[in-house]
Structure formats: C-alpha cells, structure tokens
C-alpha cells in the first residue's frame, strides 16, 4: 500500500481486519447561533461553503479508500501460491464474500492455512 495515494485507511484496515466506515468521514453542516440576521446569514453561507468543500473531500477519500482496497485485493491475491488461488472456487462464500474485499480474503487466507 505505500504506492496507493492516501492509502493509510486501507493499510489500517487491513491491519486491523476491520473495514473503515466511510460515512464517518462526511462532514456535518453547522448552523449559525447567531442573534443578528445579517451576521447569521453570512455566518451560514460561509458554513454552507466550508460543507461543500468537506463533503468533496469526504467523496474523494472514500473513492480512493475503495480503489486502494481493490489494490490491496490484488495484491494479495498475485501474492498467493498457485495451490490456494485454486482454492477459492471451492469456498462457499468466495464470490458473495470474499470476491474483491482483501479484508475478507486475509481471513479466509489464514483459516485455510491454518488448517494445513
């Protein structure tokens, strides 16, 4: 993952086998507590601005969290010996699964080793 652009949250995840939920990245639109309606409004306009741009920032990491997780995926999987990488077809929940979730694989990768 050192080659992914913002790949720190998928190296997290796999690391902690735990998927990170992207909704927590969206920003929250404040409101204005303001008591004088001109200094509300300007207040809320610039709030409304500072959202948008998070929300933008917020789509595009989550974008990038996904293809790094792809990445990862295939990584892991170019990475497998022969032997496993025939094994897949064979595990009952390899296409609705494990298919594309490296979280999902590096789990399914160490039960099956362990079991050799």
Not at 38 to 45: A, G, H, L, S, Y
Not at 73 to 95: F, G, H, V
Request: proline share 4%; charged share 30%.
């Amino acid at each position: 993952m050192k080659k992914s652009d913002r790949g720190n949250n998928a190296t997290e995840a796999l690391r902690t086998f735990v998927k990170t939920d992207p909704n927590t990245w969206k920003p929250t639109l404040k409101a204005s507590k303001e008591t004088i309606q001109v200094i509300k409004n300007r207040e809320n306009v610039q709030f409304k601005m500072e959202s948008t741009a998070e929300l933008d920032e917020s789509l595009k990491r989550n974008r990038m969290y996904n293809d790094n997780l792809f990445k990862a995926y295939a990584l892991i999987w170019e990475r497998c010996a022969k032997a496993m990488q025939n094994k897949p077809p064979t595990w009952s929940d390899y296409e609705d699964e494990i298919y594309n979730n490296p979280i999902k694989l590096l789990n399914a990768i160490k039960e099956h080793a362990l079991n050799y």
